[in-house]
């Protein structure tokens, strides 16, 4: 559907793997579907354990690599038809070492300035200014190195620097996993507040059920390949036949 931003049909992905004498194909996403962010937009959160796929899921929804059998599509377009320049400001990643984004030779400014390919000083400063305000950043960072700030902050900047391409849908894959709680919570906060005040829809991976409840009310809960729930907590707390949810669950009823 043209209004609908994001369409995940029946995904399937493999990868080779060596064993002693031959490859095997190892089965990643065993036939993942859904929709999000139908007329507006939408923030979720995907849990699963270690393994289950999400960075599998993450990585082809952001066209980083290529799958075996189903079908991407935002606002009804398959994302092989699109154009580079266009599937770049379709979707930005998130990634849990902010220095993926970083460059830790750059003053941020540069870093920030990349963002914009050709584009004119002056119209790349404004959404520049623009973003750290609504990001509650200080022009001051602009001319520091990455390594010049806390883990907290620095993940807050390659936030903001993925913002700068005005993406539709942000991919953020466990961005605080080396963070403490009060970090944490920043992050979490700062993406909620992406949605209210920029409106793009927000994919958050954790293998944190506490985190997800706090960030969104939908969360889609993956195992072994698969999606076994999808729902607010209530729905997924209805789904503990499966063995990983009642673990997630009892875990949280401590
Ligand atoms: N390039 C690769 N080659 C072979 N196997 C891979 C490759 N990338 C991932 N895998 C395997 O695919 C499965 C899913 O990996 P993926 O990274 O998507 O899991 P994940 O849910 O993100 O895990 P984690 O929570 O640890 O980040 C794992 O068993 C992993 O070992
Ligand atoms: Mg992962």
């Known amino acids: 559907m043209a209004n609908t931003l994001l ?10 793997r060596e064993e002693f004498f031959s490859t095997k194909k190892f089965l990643a996403l065993d036939g993942i579907s859904f929709c999000a962010g139908e007329n507006t937009s939408e923030s979720f959160s995907v849990i699963g354990s270690s393994g289950c796929g999400k960075t599998t899921l993450a990585k082809i929804i952001a066209g980083l690599i290529e799958f075996d059998f189903g079908e ?5 377009k398959n994302i092989k038809s699109y154009a ?26 540069s870093s920030f300035l990349e ?29 520091k190195y990455p390594h010049q700030f806390s883990g907290g902050q620095r993940q807050r900047i390659a936030i903001a620097r ?18 403490d709680v009060y970090s944490q919570n920043m992050i979490t906060d700062i993406f ?4 209210k005040n920029f409106g793009i829809s927000i994919m958050l991976i954790t293998h944190d059920i506490s985190i997800a409840k706090r960030f969104a009310q939908r969360m889609i809960v993956m195992d072994g390949g698969k999606i ?20 997630l669950i009892s875990a949280m009823e401590l």
Do not use: H, W
């Open 7 to 16: 369409e995940v049909k029946n995904l399937i992905k493999t990868y080779d």
């Open 72 to 76: 991407v599509k935002f606002f009804g």
């Open 84 to 109: 580079p320049r266009e599937f770049a400001s379709m979707t930005q990643m998130v990634f849990q070492n902010p220095y993926a984004s970083l460059n830790p030779k750059l003053k941020i400014k």
């Open 115 to 143: 963002a914009f390919y050709g584009a004119q000083k002056d119209e790349a400063y404004k959404i520049i200014e623009d973003t750290l305000k609504k990001t509650g950043l200080d022009a001051g960072i602009l001319d």
């Open 162 to 179: 993925s913002l700068l391409k005005k993406p539709k849908l942000i991919i953020a894959d466990e961005p605080f996993a080396s963070l």
């Open 192 to 195: 909620s507040d992406i949605r």
């Open 228 to 247: 076994v729930a999808d729902g607010n907590y209530d729905d997924i707390a209805g789904a503990k036949e499966n063995k990983y949810i009642y673990d």
